[in-house]
């Protein structure tokens, strides 16, 4: 027998709290029992988004509430700026894309942040941008795109909205979407959030909900304004993934205990403490500037497959952190803070790196990043 630790970006370990919560007999979507279990899941969101705004609870992964910002707030020909910093700004290309909406890219190297002065600049050029797509945490490079910046701009421009995919940043970074003023706010389950994969979440603004009369490009499944009337009820549109909305209020009631600060901080120094051992293993950062408190994004050493140091972590010693993808695959490994995590995760998943560094020759100190970290995480 191997012991599992899963240190990814997704999924990440689920709280036994919400394991035995998401185990009991399912209830039935429409029975009177559900609607209290749906209206706490509704509140309880609007807290963790700091938000008086609708958050719609869609079953699917964080890409379905990708598509559905999509194809609800705009119609095919629509202008929409896409800040493509990573492998999920490519994603928000192709969904915009596949939508026919006429995309205009900032494209930044990986492991850079985007300057907000750049969005103020395309948006002044073109003034019938409607959409502004960004990722707060951009996960294939660990970084943090200014978000409080970018909604601070885009705020001024009445017929532009700003669509941010936040899946891997909830419950790891301050994201204030009422008082920033961020129209579309993009969660999913199996991150901070620490529940199985199938959920995804969507802060809608007002200004949003009147884009959502405009649009005109297909809707079905992803229908927000009918998701919205259902969730009015303490409903879902279609059959409610019941188990795991019973699993989130488990989850959203352990972060209400530990206070929304509280789990910010954690994770800024869990991520913190990750950065600082690793200089002390003598690596370097993949990410350049703005590092994400969600993932720690590192470069592999010259001559070293980073995709090999990302399968020995798993196959040797059971820690399943990951490798990189697009362009970054085999040149860094990355390892996540994200969600039920605390001090151990952080110095077994360090401990590791270093097992697993010296196994593949290269020169390393045991225990050099492990006692920085220690030092950092001691209480
Ligand atoms: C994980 C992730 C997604 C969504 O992935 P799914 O597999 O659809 O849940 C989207 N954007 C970012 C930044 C992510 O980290």
Request: aromatic letters at 8%; proline letters at 5%; one cysteine or more.
């Amino acid at each position: 027998m191997m012991k599992r630790y899963l240190l990814a970006p997704g999924p990440t370990p689920v709280p036994p709290e919400a394991l035995l919560a998401m185990a009991m007999p399912i209830i039935h979507h429409r029975a009177p029992d559900f609607l209290p279990v749906l209206d706490s899941a509704k509140k309880g969101l609007q807290w963790l988004y700091q938000t008086k705004n609708d958050v719609l609870i869609i079953c699917s992964t964080g890409t379905g509430g990708m598509v559905g910002s999509v194809n609800n707030f705009f119609s095919p020909g629509d202008r929409a700026l896409v800040i493509n910093a990573g492998n999920f700004g490519e994603r928000w290309t192709k969904i915009c894309k596949a939508y026919n909406l006429s995309i205009e890219e900032i494209k930044i190297d990986w492991g850079f942040s985007v300057k907000p002065e750049d969005v103020e600049a395309a948006l002044k050029k073109d003034p019938s941008i409607k959409g502004v797509f960004v990722q707060a945490s951009e996960t294939s490079t660990g970084v943090y795109h200014d978000i409080r910046a970018i909604a601070s701009i885009v705020r001024k421009y009445d017929n532009a909205i700003l669509v941010v995919d936040a899946i891997s940043a909830l419950v790891a970074h301050d994201l204030k979407m009422d008082e920033w003023g961020i129209d579309v706010l993009i969660g999913g389950s199996q991150k901070g959030l620490m529940l199985p994969p199938g959920l995804a979440f969507v802060g809608v603004s007002e200004k949003a909900w009147k884009f959502a009369e405009a649009s005109k490009s297909p809707k079905f499944y992803f229908n927000f304004k009918k998701e919205r009337e259902s969730l009015a009820k303490n409903q879902t549109s279609f059959t409610s993934p019941v188990s795991l909305i019973i699993g989130l209020n488990e989850c959203l009631r352990l972060l209400q205990a530990e206070g929304l600060d509280n789990a910010f901080r954690r994770h800024a120094r869990l991520a913190h403490a990750t950065r600082e051992a690793i200089k002390a293993i003598g690596l370097d950062m993949f990410t350049k500037e703005s590092p994400s408190n969600s993932v720690t994004a590192i470069s592999a050493p010259k001559d070293i497959d980073g995709q090999e140091i990302y399968k020995n972590l798993r196959v040797k010693y059971g820690i399943t952190a990951a490798g990189g993808q697009g362009q970054a695959k085999g040149k860094i490994f990355r390892i996540a803070h994200l969600g039920y995590a605390g001090t151990f995760d952080t110095i077994t998943a360090i401990a590791g790196v270093e097992m697993v560094l010296k196994g593949m020759g290269y020169p390393v100190k045991l225990g050099a990043g492990v006692s920085v970290a220690q030092e950092l995480l001691m209480v």
